[in-house]
Structure formats: structure tokens, C-alpha cells
């Protein structure tokens, strides 16, 4: 599977087995297990009408490729199964091309070749491979990356390392985990803007120390035609698990949305914990709160007002927030938070536009840190309780503009 180092791979083998007897082979809405993620990828393309795909490839590229003549070509890829990530930011202002391995498993080095040559053909000026840290990535994209060295192409790997759940560092580093879809989006810009795969490489370097993520989990993940790859009880939920279903660090009994959240930023911010992310009041951050699949609507808001208010009473001052799906693990019914650390050239970078699909554009958060109320005249009775107290602390001016 992608990424697991050996230790990992015998762990999860070893939750499966835990769980045969006790789960069913998930339903899913299929045609094919072997063709799923051949489906699903045509499925966007048709949809979207901006892609396209490589002919005997897993790989979709950008529909309009000559417009990236002479600017850097950005590729990502990975498992399938973590939709929309990653072919659902190909487009304009994002990714140029993905490569989708089967659900959970790395793409071949001759696919991620194929799609290096294609941004040869249409005379990239160097490519640059956006990689979760995970072992079968690194490995596969580094074996393409020395192929097309070796020719002479201008090729460069960035791993993306976000994942703040370990208090102890691990000799295959932190996972690359939902925060990678910032960093195609700062990257995107960036390429836009003309800049180099030397200046590009050198400002994503900068921010990935800046960025943490952690998930949580209510329930397992399947592959389709797989039972369940762990097994949870009804009173409980697991932090800090990978997007494969890797465990976390913990498994704790059920609690509130405000109880859950208060753990999980808790730990990601916590000194004692060798992966934190430092963070202290008067900050300004993007934060994004991440379906892991399996999460509804109504959940979603519910955990992102208790991530904003909890942030907010730390005095962090969140400048955008992103709620939606991200990356996901399938049909996972979890979420993870990413904060990322943000100065005004970034969040102009965040702000401008792509034509990718799994992007959801977000303006300002609301001035003040506070929910809009409309007042009703006092004659007429309310039905709800008076939002919570905020601080009243504003973001600095620049984090008040509008997108361009």
C-alpha cells in the first residue's frame, strides 16, 4: 500500500485481521473494482470539460497544456481513493497533471515518466513533483525523477511532511497529509506568476515548516471489495490515524465536537510534542477543516465553528478558513484540521483563481471573529441562543482584502 513502511504494512495487516469477523465487505456505488479509478477519472474529465487523459496512463493533465509553454509544470499523484485529491486540482492556477496509482497504492514510475514527458513536449520550463511524504511516493517518484534527469529534463521533487500526531520523531518522518492541496495551491500561483523551479522550490521550502495537520475518526475506511481496514466501537474515536488507515496515537471514548477539536489542537500546538506546530496568540493563519469522507454537512460546520471559536480564544487570528473535502480516506468518517501560518504574499497567492475543480474558493473570514447576527426588532421573540462571546481582536488589514 502507499507509503506504509514495513512496520506499518504488518500493523495494518494486523488490525485487518482483528476485524474480519467482525465487519462486512463495505457496499460501494461501483461498476467495477478493477476499474473504479479508471471510471472515476474519466467521470471528472467528462465532467469538467478543462482535462484530459494520457492515452495508457492513469494520468490527467490540463486540457489547455499550451498554455504552461515556458512557465513550470506542477505534478502530484499518489493512491486513489483520497478524492479530489489529487486530479481535482488540475487546472489553471493549480496542478498541471496528476497521476492516480490504484485506491491506496502508488502510481508506477512509468506513469509519473509519461506525464513528465508530456510537460517536456509542451515546453515546460522544468517540472516540479509535489509529493506526500509516504514510502511508495518517494519511492516512485524518485525513481521517475532520476529517469528524466538522466535525459536532461529540469526536474524537481518537494515532499510535503504535515502530519503533527507523533510525539516522538519516526525515521520515516512526519506524513504528508491534507495539507499538500496548499501547498498545489501556493505552488499553482506561483507558476502563474512565471516563477522559476528554483524560486518555486525555495518558497514552498520555506512554508512547509509552517504548516500542521491532525485527523480524527469515527468509523474505518474500505477499499472497495475489502471489509473494513480496522475496527472501532460505537463509543469510540481514534486521533492522529493516517489517510490509509494507518493507527493514530490514540483511541479515546466519544465526546463533543468542542471536546474533540480542544484535543486535537491541543496536541498539535504542544511543545512537548516533537511534531507540533508553534502557534501563540496574535498569529495569523488559513485554516482548513477537512472531510475525511464519511462526514455530513451539518458535522462539518458544527466541528469548523468549534475549531474557529477555539483558535479564536487562543487569540490566533484565522484569516481564511476552508471547510469542505480536501483529502479524503475514503468513506471515512473523520476530519482533520491544517493550519498554516500566513503573511500577506501568501494569502495573495492563496486568493488568486484556479479553474480546479476540488478547489472551493473562500473570502475573508467575518471581521471581528464573530458570527453576523441580523437584529430583529424586540417585539419579535428569538428561538435561539445569543452567538458566544468573541474577543473582538480583527486581523491585520491585509487579511481583510478580497481575492483577486
Not at 494520468?59 to 509544470?73: E, N, P, Q, T
Not at 512509468?110 to 515546453?123: C, D, F, K, P
Request: glycine residues 10%; proline residues 4%.
Amino acid at each position: 500500500l502507499e507509503g506504509r513502511s514495513l512496520l506499518g504494512e504488518k500493523e495494518a495487516e494486523l488490525r485487518l485481521s482483528i476485524t474480519r469477523d467482525k465487519m462486512e465487505v463495505s457496499k460501494k456505488l461501483l461498476n467495477s473494482v478493477d476499474r473504479c479509478v479508471d471510471e472515476a477519472l474519466e467521470g471528472l474529465v467528462i465532467c469538467t470539460g478543462k482535462l484530459q487523459l494520457v492515452q495508457g496512463h492513469r494520468v490527467v493533465v490540463r486540457a489547455d497544456l499550451a498554455h504552461i509553454k515556458g512557465k513550470v509544470a506542477l505534478l502530484s499523484g499518489g493512491g486513489s481513493g483520497h478524492e479530489p485529491a489529487h486530479a481535482g486540482y488540475v487546472g489553471s492556477g493549480m496542478l498541471t497533471g496528476a497521476i492516480a496509482g490504484a485506491v491506496f497504492t502508488s502510481p508506477p514510475p512509468a506513469s509519473i515518466t509519461a506525464a513528465i514527458q508530456v510537460m517536456v513536449n509542451a515546453e515546460a520550463a522544468g517540472v516540479l513533483l509535489i509529493v506526500k511524504n509516504y514510502m511508495g511516493d518517494l519511492l516512485n517518484f524518485g525513481l521517475a525523477l532520476e529517469e528524466m534527469r538522466a535525459k536532461g529534463v529540469p526536474v524537481k521533487m518537494v515532499v510535503v511532511a504535515d502530519d503533527c500526531a507523533f510525539t516522538t520523531l519516526k525515521k520515516a518522518g512526519r506524513r504528508g497529509l491534507c495539507g499538500t492541496v496548499l501547498i498545489h495551491k501556493i505552488a499553482g500561483a506561483l507558476s502563474e506568476m512565471g516563477k522559476s523551479l528554483d524560486e518555486i522550490v525555495e518558497a514552498l521550502t520555506s512554508i512547509l515548516p509552517k504548516m500542521g495537520t491532525i485527523g480524527v475518526s469515527l468509523s474505518s475506511c474500505s477499499i472497495p471489495g475489502t471489509r473494513p481496514t480496522f475496527h472501532l466501537e460505537p463509543d469510540e474515536l481514534e486521533m492522529g490515524l493516517g489517510i490509509h488507515g494507518e493507527a493514530g496515537i490514540a483511541r479515546m471514548k466519544m465526546m463533543s465536537a468542542d471536546e474533540v477539536v480542544h484535543k486535537m489542537v491541543d496536541h498539535m500546538i504542544n511543545p512537548s510534542n516533537m511534531s507540533h506546530l508553534s502557534l501563540k496568540a496574535g498569529d495569523h493563519i488559513v485554516l482548513v477543516v477537512n472531510n475525511l469522507g464519511g462526514l455530513s454537512c451539518l458535522e462539518m460546520n458544527v466541528v469548523a465553528k468549534s475549531a474557529f471559536s477555539y483558535l479564536e480564544s487562543q487569540g490566533v487570528l484565522i484569516a481564511r478558513a476552508y471547510v469542505g473535502s480536501y483529502m479524503t480516506s475514503l468513506d471515512m468518517a473523520g476530519v482533520s484540521l491544517t493550519l498554516l501560518h500566513v503573511n500577506e504574499e501568501l494569502l495573495n497567492l492563496l486568493d488568486r483563481d484556479t479553474s480546479a475543480s476540488g478547489w472551493r474558493h473562500t473570502g475573508p473570514c467575518s471581521r471581528a471573529h464573530k458570527c453576523r447576527v441580523l437584529q430583529l426588532p424586540e417585539e419579535l421573540p428569538s428561538s435561539t441562543e445569543k452567538p458566544a462571546a468573541t474577543t473582538g481582536k480583527r486581523c491585520a488589514p491585509w487579511a481583510q482584502g478580497n481575492r483577486h
